[in-house]
Nanobody, 125 residues
Framework: QVQVVESGGGLVQAGASLRLSCAAS????????MAWFRQAPGKEREFVAG????????YYADSVKGRFTISRDNAKNTVYLQMNSLKPEDTAVYYC??????????????????WGQGTQVTVSS
């Protein structure tokens, strides 16, 4: 069983930055695919960013490319989402996901096994 805990959400103005953190435990961290998803009220959960085992492979939704950066610190068992130039449309609950499969479709929420409780990000205009 993998435990996933997010932190770092909050209320900011448009154009500001936030960094989300996600700590994972219960499995060898270097064997976990990690990703961030978000869900706005009345909308489906959507992929934001993902990172492979060694951080050499990263994946982003088109809506956040160039503004968000995903990274992982394997020594700290933590993955980060640096969010810059935030927009009101980035407002959502952000969820961290983990999976220990050999391969995963990062862009779909369906395959991911382990989820955090979510952290609220609100961007005011």
């Amino acid at each position: 069983q993998v435990q996933v805990v997010e932190s770092g959400g909050g209320l900011v103005q448009a154009g500001a930055s936030l960094r989300l953190s996600c700590a994972a435990s219960g499995r060898t961290f270097t064997r976990l695919h990690m990703a961030w998803f978000r869900q706005a009220p009345g909308k489906e959960r959507e992929f934001v960013a993902g990172v492979g085992w060694t951080a050499s492979a990263t994946y982003y939704a088109d809506s956040v490319k160039g503004r968000f950066t995903i990274s992982r610190d394997n020594a700290k068992n933590t993955v980060y989402l640096q969010m810059n130039s935030l927009k009101p449309e980035d407002t959502a609950v952000y969820y961290c996901a983990a999976d220990d499969a050999n391969w995963i479709n990062y862009y779909s929420s369906v395959p991911w096994t382990y989820w955090g409780q979510g952290t609220q990000v609100t961007v005011s205009s």
